[in-house]
C-alpha cells in the first residue's frame, strides 16, 4: 500500500470517527424517549432495563475509545480500528434486536411506532455516516435490519412489515454504494491538489538546473533564521561561494559542461554542508550560498575549506580531456541584533569573497570588519 493511500484511509478512520460520535447521544436520548413513551417501561420493566444497559453501554464505550485511540498512537492503529467497527456494528445489532422483539409484543403499539421511526432515521443517518468506508456502511445497516426481518420472518408476523423493512434496506445499501464512490472522489480530488500544491512550492523553491534551494527560498530563509538566532543569541553563518573563471569553462567547452560542472558542484556542496538546518542555494550564475545555523566562524571555515579541496579535485571527461575548476569563498560570522539588516551578514561574506579573488582564487577568506 502506498503512502498516500495509507494517509488517505487513516483520514477516512478519522471522518468516520467524527460523523458517528455526535449521533451517540441521541441513540442514549432516543433509547429513554422510547421506554417512557406510553409508560412502557412500567410494563415490561425487564426490557427496559436491558435495553437502556446494552445500549448505553456501547454508546459510553465508544465514546471513552475515541481519547484512548488517539493516546495509543499508530502502533496499535489496526487494533484500534478494528474495535471501532466491531463496537459500530454491535450498536446497529442492539436496536435491530430490540425494534423486532418489540413488535412481538401485543398492544405496544405507540412504543413500536416510535421504535420503528426512530430505527428508520438512526438506520439512513448511520449509512451516511459511515459512507466513506462501504463495507462499515453496509454491515452497519444489515446489522440493524436483518434482526428484524429475521425476527418477523420466523414468527411469520407482520409480513408487510418484513418486506417494507428489507427493501428499506437494500435502498440505503444502493445510497451507501453511489455515496462511497462520490466520497472517495472527492478525497482522491483533494489529495492530487494537495500534492500538485506541494510539487508548485517545491519547485517555486528550487533552481531547476543543480536542485538546490534558489536565491527567493534563501532570502526567506536568511529573514526566518536571522530572527530566530537574534532571540537565542546564537551564531549564524554563511559561505558565499564562486566558481573561478567559470566563464572559460563555457567558452571554451560548451554550455552543456559548464551545465554538468554546476550539477556536480552542487552534489558537493550538499555532501559537505549536509545538515538538515543547512541551506545550500545557488545564488547566481556560477555563485552559491550556503546559511549555517549554530555554526561558529572556525566551523564555517573548515567547511568550506572541505568543499573548496572536493571541489578542486573535481574533473569531467570531455572529448578526452578532465575539465576543472577551483572555486573561491567568502565567510562570515555573526550573532545577529535587530538594529541590523539580515542582508549585513551576506555583504560582508560578499566583501570576503572579493577578497579571495584578488589574492590568488581557490581560497576561502573569513570577513574581518573594519572597526576590528
Known amino acids: 500500500m502506498t503512502f498516500e493511500r495509507q494517509k488517505m484511509n487513516r483520514r477516512v478512520v478519522q471522518d468516520l470517527k467524527k460523523r ?29 432495563v436491558a435495553f437502556l444497559l446494552a445500549n448505553a453501554g456501547i454508546c459510553l464505550f465508544r465514546l471513552i475509545h475515541l481519547p484512548i485511540t488517539k493516546k495509543m498512537g499508530e502502533r496499535y492503529e489496526t487494533i484500534n480500528k478494528g474495535i471501532f467497527f466491531a463496537s459500530v456494528i454491535v450498536t446497529a445489532l442492539i436496536w435491530g434486536m430490540a425494534l423486532g422483539l418489540i413488535m412481538l409484543q401485543k398492544d405496544e403499539h405507540t412504543t413500536q411506532l416510535v421504535l420503528t421511526v426512530c430505527t428508520a432515521g438512526l438506520c439512513a443517518g448511520g449509512v451516511v455516516a459511515f459512507i466513506p468506508n462501504l463495507r462499515l456502511s453496509v454491515l452497519f445497516n444489515i446489522g440493524m435490519m436483518t434482526p428484524v426481518v429475521s425476527i418477523l420472518l420466523l414468527n411469520r408476523f407482520n409480513m408487510p412489515l418484513a418486506l417494507m423493512v428489507f427493501l428499506y434496506s437494500v435502498y440505503l445499501v444502493l445510497l451507501a454504494s453511489r455515496g462511497n464512490k462520490e466520497y472517495w472522489y472527492a478525497l482522491e480530488n483533494e489529495y492530487l491538489l494537495e500534492i500538485k500544491s506541494l510539487e508548485m512550492t517545491r519547485l517555486s523553491n528550487t533552481d531547476v538546473l543543480t536542485d538546490l534551494y534558489n536565491r527567493r527560498f534563501f532570502d526567506v530563509e536568511l529573514d526566518k533564521e536571522w530572527k530566530r538566532s537574534g532571540r537565542n543569541e546564537s551564531m549564524l553563518s554563511v559561505v558565499l561561494m564562486d566558481i573561478d573563471h567559470f ?47 549554530e555554526v561558529d566562524i572556525d566551523h564555517a571555515l573548515h567547511l568550506a575549506q572541505e568543499a573548496l579541496r572536493k571541489i578542486a579535485s573535481m574533473t569531467i571527461d570531455h572529448q578526452g580531456l578532465n575539465v576543472r575548476a577551483t572555486i573561491s569563498a567568502g565567510v562570515n560570522c555573526c550573532i545577529p541584533n535587530f538594529n541590523s539588516r539580515p542582508d549585513s551578514i551576506i555583504t560582508g561574506a560578499d566583501e570576503a569573497l572579493y577578497m579571495a579573488k584578488n589574492s590568488g582564487r581557490n581560497r576561502a577568506v573569513v570577513f574581518t570588519s573594519k572597526s576590528e
Open 20 to 48: 458517528s460520535t455526535i449521533g451517540l447521544l441521541f441513540y442514549i436520548v432516543l433509547s429513554f424517549i422510547i421506554v417512557y413513551a406510553d409508560d412502557y417501561y412500567l410494563r415490561h420493566a425487564s426490557y427496559t
Open 247 to 293: 566563464k572559460n569553462i563555457n567558452d571554451t567547452y560548451g554550455h552543456q559542461v559548464g551545465d554538468e560542472y554546476l550539477k556536480n558542484t552542487a552534489e558537493i556542496l550538499t555532501s559537505v554542508f549536509k545538515r538538515d538546518s543547512d541551506i545550500v542555494a545557488r545564488y547566481g550564475g556560477e555563485e552559491f550560498i550556503v546559511l549555517l545555523p
